[in-house]
């Protein structure tokens, strides 16, 4: 286990065109985690960014090693191993701003004690805003774009980013638990989710994963490397396509879906679909060029 040293010094954010401020990204497996589309999300910006471990938590202190086991293998040297259900730490350092990328399970125990842990890495690394991922199974179609939901208690963010408020009220996962806690001790938060179609609930969920990277580039203004995923997330489509062909009434239900989803877009949202579109393309483009936006996180 590693922990950042003084060779590494973090950013200072000194100005609107300098260094962004630094941002923590966590995503967890397990109930906030539908296709695993959310996970999958953050260890792809793991490589692509191409972070370093910079951290990783004691499971005895979180985890109920009964419900999520430890795994035997063998390593590199032939060896047999146990990986055990830990949380890890990665650090991604891009050109305008330091990135803590947070990936593990959702713990069994000791939930504001996991959290604090948490946070007070954040606080070394002088993150500001932290953007927890989800995904939630739901009815939604498969042929139609991810519904992406992104909110913030924060007035400020909701008017910088266009977010919208969070007005959900009933049982809540870790990622809810952490934004609590990091918005009690003074930082702003961000809850992006995307919405998985349940009908395919079984992981991988490419076109959720693929949704999920657009808003976080979107919300960070830093491009994002793509790989395989656009290509992936096609496949899954058409496989999709041809499972429900071949069952009558799984066909009529994804219809059934696509007519209500069609009924409820209003005509400004691909409007504002395409705008979103473009600016990332403007981005991609002018990569080395300052954000001429309002100040994000």
């Not at 293998?73 to 730490?89: F, N, S």
């Not at 805003?129 to 009815?139: E, H």
């Not at 996962?173 to 609590?180: A, D, E, F, P, R």
Request: glycine share 8%.
């Amino acid at each position: 286990m590693s922990t950042p040293d003084h060779e590494h010094p973090v950013p200072e954010p000194v100005g609107r065109h300098a260094a962004r401020h630094p941002v923590m990204i966590a995503a967890f497996e397990g109930w906030n985690d539908a296709g695993g589309a959310a996970t999958a999300a953050l260890q792809h910006l793991a490589g692509v960014w191409d972070a370093r471990k910079v951290r990783e938590l004691d499971p005895e202190e979180y985890h109920d090693f009964q419900v999520n086991r430890p795994v035997v293998g063998r390593g590199p040297d032939g060896e047999r191993t146990i990986t055990w259900p830990t949380t890890t730490v990665w650090v991604a350092e891009l050109p305008q701003r330091t990135v803590v990328l947070v990936h593990g399970i959702e713990p069994s125990m000791r939930w504001r004690r996991y959290c604090a842990e948490l946070l007070d890495v954040a606080e070394e690394w002088n993150v500001r805003t932290v953007v927890t991922l989800g995904a939630l199974l739901a009815d939604v179609p498969h042929t139609r774009p991810i519904p992406m939901t992104a909110t913030s208690d924060d007035e400020g963010l909701r008017a910088v980013l266009d977010l919208e408020p969070n007005t959900y009220e009933g049982p809540t996962g870790i990622v809810g638990v952490l934004q609590h806690a990091a918005n009690e001790r003074g930082r702003q938060s961000v809850s992006l989710w995307a919405a998985v179609p349940h009908y395919v609930a079984n992981p991988p969920s490419p076109k959720a994963t693929l949704a999920i990277l657009a808003r976080v580039e979107e919300l960070l203004a830093e491009p994002i490397a793509l790989g395989e995923l656009p290509e992936d997330a096609e496949a899954w489509q058409h496989g999709v396509d041809e499972l429900a062909s071949e069952d009558a009434e799984i066909a009529e239900y994804v219809q059934q879906l696509e007519e209500a989803k069609d009924t409820a877009e209003l005509p400004e949202a691909s409007g504002e679909a395409i705008a979103r579109e473009f600016e990332r393309w403007l981005r991609r483009r002018d990569t080395g060029k300052p954000d001429g936006g309002g100040e994000r996180p």
